[in-house]
């Protein structure tokens, strides 16, 4: 069995590293909390069934290397585990995967997708989903309504996009409810583009809709696409955010009350969906009850509102 985490100073110096410090920071701390030597490490993750050479953990450690394959990433969750640490709260310290493969010089400032939907590929490939980077998103405005019973009534997208290469006739959607009471979205008044194949996978809460632009796109060409998904009776929600798995040049999110309006707001982003959140600021509400958020060169993540009832 592993030591207990040592008191004191080594403590405090962890608790403070994992809110505000990088990856190798909080992983050094740990450790050193815990009394382990990385030989030991190493002993305790085999145990478990992972294997981890001290090379690899000295590199992650010192910031030399850092993980990303998902044996990797697997990892970081056992030392999570043995180190006696929240859950995600070293691999949330990660933040996206840096893009690999034949697009990395192409595709700057990008994550996988599967990083920020990790229930996303099975209903992307149902769909037959193009790869990654087709479009860049030049703009995103949410406009999400919240009925009179705190619920979300239904949000409403549009996105202006730009192709990447081309032909392209068609992209994605994707909608993951947090709230288990939720039904199957509706997608409805869909502007300046079709619709197409819908997956929804119960156990995620994710629905992953194909849109048909309303002509076919070459390299360089932009295109608008809109739409509004509609929302039955569920319990009432306190966030909404975005997704991005890749940058976008300007991101605008408006969340409208039509019953009580909440009693503070704020914005914050965050590395991925189980990450801490960060960069919070106070965000107020007008005479109209909507609460407005615009954000320039959103890197990817996640970016939203909170508020408090």
Known sequence: MAPTRAPGRDSRHLA??????????A?????????LTLD???????????????????????????????????AVRALEDLLGLPSSSLVALLGPPRPRGR??????DSCDRAYLWPSAAPGMAQLDAEPEGRFEALSIHDLVTVAPDRSELRMRSRAVLRALRGPVD??????????????????VDLRFCARGRQRYDP?????????????TVAAGEDTVIEYELGFGPGVPMDYF??????????????????GEVPGACHSYRKFAVDAPERGSRPVPI????????????????VCGLRWRW
């Open 27 to 35: 992983l050094d701390a740990a450790i050193t909390a815990r009394g």
């Open 40 to 74: 030991r490490l190493c002993h305790h993750l085999a145990d478990r069934g992972v294997h981890v050479s001290r090379t690899t953990l000295s590199y992650w450690r010192r910031n030399r290397s850092r993980p990303e394959r998902q044996a990797s990433l697997r």
């Open 103 to 108: 697009w990395l010089n192409e595709l700057p």
């Open 286 to 301: 007008g005479a109209s009850d909507t609460a407005l958020l615009v954000e320039s060169d959103v890197e990817p993540g």
């Open 203 to 215: 156990d995620s809460k994710l629905f992953v809709a194909e849109l048909l632009l309303d002509r």
């Open 16 to 25: 403070r590293v994992l809110r505000t410090g990088s990856f190798a920071e």
């Open 241 to 258: 955010h975005h997704r991005f798995h890749r940058r976008v040049r300007e991101y605008v999110l408006q969340v409208q009350f039509t």
């Open 170 to 187: 068609r992209c994605l959607a994707f909608y993951q409810a947090e709230d288990p009471a939720h039904a199957v979205p509706a997608l």
